[in-house]
Antibody, heavy 119, light 107 residues
Framework: EVQLVESGGSLVQPGGSLKLSCVAS????????MDWVRQTPGKSLEWIGE????????NYAPSIKDRFTISRDNAKSTLYLQMSNVKSDDTAIYYC????????????WGQGVMVTVSS | DIQMTQSPSFLSASVGDRVTINCKAS??????LNWYQQKLGEAPKLLIY???NLQTGIPSRFSGSGSGTDYTLTISSLQPEDVATYFC?????????FGGGTKLELK
């Protein structure tokens, strides 16, 4: 069974940093690109970034580019989201997602982790 | 970026009703359109992919249709467990973008 378990969410002050983790199980992690998707308090969903299978290539949404960094450790089957210089607009539930093999859509989702940016 | 306009944003219906939710893309997305269901406190769950392909385990009362820029999710006979928010997703081109969601409640 595919499982994605995020951790690391918390309250962080504007301008601060936070690192989210997502531990994957039930599939060969190193075979899949992985994505982060977030959901704002107003319930809008936004794709924020992706990483290729060996971690050598990443793509980001403009809203978080140059502030957030996605990385992975295939030996640990773990995906990361390093958040820096956070803003109030970054307040959201962050989901780790896995695409369907050879497709571009989000097939499996983690349970999500809440990040609140507030002073 | 492709904009996805979903309607209605809120829908109230009775058990047994036929329910339709629409998504309109800002350009042709060639049927690369998915529907997700999100119940309160849970992550989104895939219902339908590529316009009309039912995900394994999803009841047959859910169906999808459409082409070009216009797509529809239909629930043929609403059940109490269908209360949720529904989102469309286009995966025709990057960045993949979502509709704003439709909150479905029981009348």
């Amino acid at each position: 069974e595919v499982q994605l378990v995020e951790s690391g969410g918390s309250l962080v002050q504007p301008g601060g940093s936070l690192k989210l983790s997502c531990v994957a199980s039930g599939f060969t992690f190193s075979n899949y690109w992985m994505d982060w998707v977030r959901q704002t308090p107003g319930k809008s969903l936004e794709w924020i970034g992706e990483i290729n299978t060996d971690g050598s290539k990443t793509n980001y949404a403009p809203s978080i580019k140059d502030r957030f960094t996605i990385s992975r450790d295939n030996a640990k089957s773990t995906l990361y989201l390093q958040m820096s210089n956070v803003k109030s607009d970054d307040t959201a539930i962050y989901y780790c997602t896995r695409p369907r093999y050879r497709y571009n859509f989000f097939d499996y989702w983690g349970q999500g982790v809440m990040v609140t940016v507030s002073s | 970026d492709i904009q996805m306009t979903q309607s209605p944003s809120f829908l109230s219906a009775s058990v047994g009703d036929r329910v339709t939710i629409n998504c309109k893309a800002s350009q042709n997305i060639n049927k690369y359109l998915n529907w997700y269901q999100q119940k309160l406190g849970e992550a989104p769950k895939l219902l339908i992919y590529n316009t009309n392909n039912l995900q394994t385990g999803i009841p047959s009362r859910f169906s999808g249709s459409g082409s070009g820029t216009d797509y529809t999710l239909t629930i043929s006979s609403l059940q109490p467990e269908d209360v949720a928010t529904y989102f469309c997703l286009q995966h025709s081109s990057r960045p993949r973008t979502f509709g704003g969601g439709t909150k479905l409640e029981l009348k």
